[in-house]
């Protein structure tokens, strides 16, 4: 299989080393506008993946004893998708609807990044429109992938929690956004807290219902030009009544910490716990934590190479599709909701309807 990566910042990168590691891939195309810059990324990731290259984590890095070839092209998106079997659409959140639109209808199966819209009226109209062409379209929610949060979600589904009382998420990035992206990003609640506002529910098996949320400017005064925030809090009410809670921060100065617990009447579980965990206790003859994750990719390094194994396997017919468009719609609307709360102070409940998040 040949895949295209189109978009190649620091997550387009990460795509393409991926897929250059990944079984069944015989090839992976950089398809980029700017001569130098996609020059530039295909040195980048050819480096990443030869024997020998720096493993992100001990433990969490794909050997590098093999990596399918990798070579660049500067040509329009509808020339390049002829030369591919699959794309990875990593560019800026703005462009995802056109783009994924224009990949569908040429019939490549596509992996997008979250999300795919930031309406969640577009966002319908959007799904809508890819279901005509047939085309498999996946939406990066690369939790669903990890296999953390697929054994949390089984110990909720199996009962090993009980009945749901509360779920606590954190949300905090190591090394803060550029500038330039703050201002194309969407925001806090539809860029970054949309991971949480989709893994919730898909854990929990029911939907958010009403929203509460808040935040402040504390890092870059700059959040504040875009109507954005860099430091927030949530308060989710699910169907049941159950309670979640969900912290966000794009700068914590002791590394990368994503964290959820959910508690029940028989038990507790969580992901993110272990000794990359960016806490540090206070308690007597509790060792500091020796390493943290740097940033979401480390974090995420296992999930991250799932989801592209995964996707791999559904571009050839020999998966289903774990997040089609429609499985983002509801974390959208979770988002839309705590940046209304946030900025009116007030409460947002959200209809109830048929849960999108199976």
């Not at 056109?98 to 799904?127: C, M, W, Y």
């Not at 289903?320 to 409460?347: D, K």
Request: aromatic letters at 4%; charged letters at 20%.
């Amino acid at each position: 299989m040949r895949v295209g990566v189109v978009g190649l910042g620091r997550i387009g990168r990460m795509h393409a080393r991926n897929f250059a590691q990944t079984d069944a891939v015989e090839e992976v195309l950089l398809i980029g506008r700017d001569p130098d810059r996609t020059a530039a990324a295909l040195a980048d990731v050819r480096a990443s993946v030869q024997p020998g290259a720096p493993a992100v984590l001990a433990g969490h890095h794909a050997p590098a004893s093999g990596a399918a070839p990798l070579r660049a092209t500067t040509t329009e998106l509808a020339t390049a998708l002829r030369e591919v079997d699959a794309v990875v659409l990593a560019t800026s959140t703005a462009t995802h609807p056109e783009l994924t639109l224009l990949a569908a209808r040429a019939g490549v199966p596509t992996l997008v990044e979250k999300p795919l819209a930031l309406d969640p009226a577009q966002l319908r109209t959007l799904s809508d429109d890819i279901g005509k062409t047939g085309t498999d379209v996946a939406v990066a929610f690369h939790r669903r992938y990890d296999p953390a949060h697929q054994r949390l979600r089984e110990h909720v589904r199996n009962g090993d929690v009980g009945t749901v009382r509360l779920m606590r998420a954190a949300g905090h990035d190591h090394l803060p956004p550029p500038a330039d992206y703050i201002a194309t990003s969407g925001g806090i609640w539809r860029d970054m807290l949309v991971h949480d506002f989709d893994s919730i529910p898909w854990i929990a098996g029911e939907r958010v219902v009403r929203v509460v949320s808040t935040g402040s400017v504390l890092e870059d005064p700059r959040y504040a030009d875009y109507d954005d925030v860099d430091t927030c809090a949530v308060i989710l009410t699910l169907e049941s009544g159950a309670i979640a809670t969900v912290t966000g921060s794009r700068h914590n100065g002791a590394g990368q910490d994503v964290r959820l617990e959910v508690c029940g009447t028989e038990n507790c579980y969580a992901v993110g716990i272990d000794d990359a965990t960016a806490l540090t206790s206070t308690e007597p003859g509790v060792a500091a934590p020796a390493r943290a994750y740097e940033e979401f990719v480390d974090r995420f390094e296992i999930a991250f190479r799932a989801e592209a194994a995964h996707f791999v396997r559904m571009a050839s017919g020999n998966a289903p599709n774990l997040t089609p468009p429609r499985a983002g719609l509801h974390a959208v609307e979770v988002a839309v909701a705590a940046t209304t709360s946030a900025r009116t102070g007030l409460p947002v409940t959200i209809p109830t309807t048929p849960t999108t998040n199976s």
